[in-house]
């Protein structure tokens, strides 16, 4: 639940919008079958925003910072849109 509750799991824009980690894409299939019921899955599991994401209907943006891979954790954060890094 720890991930869950940190920005980098789950947050919203100033505007409102939901921003989920990329993981939540990726292995959608490990917590439920269908959108709905992965913004069930999230509410279940944080309190300060269960509400909100259990009423939830607009858009998602899949994130993930690619240096919380890196060996060299001080390298400056590096984001992508819900795409692997080209190898």
Known sequence: AAYITHPRGVSFSERGRLQLSSIYKW????????TRGLLGY????????????RSYD?????RYDW???????????V?????????
């Open 67 to 77: 240096n919380l891979n890196r060996a060299d954790a001080t390298a400056p954060p």
């Open 58 to 62: 607009g858009g998602i943006d899949y």
């Open 42 to 53: 999230l509410a279940d599991h944080h309190p300060e925003y269960a509400d909100r994401l």
């Open 79 to 87: 984001t992508a849109r819900s795409a692997a890094p080209s190898q």
């Open 27 to 34: 292995y959608r299939k490990d917590f439920t079958s269908d």
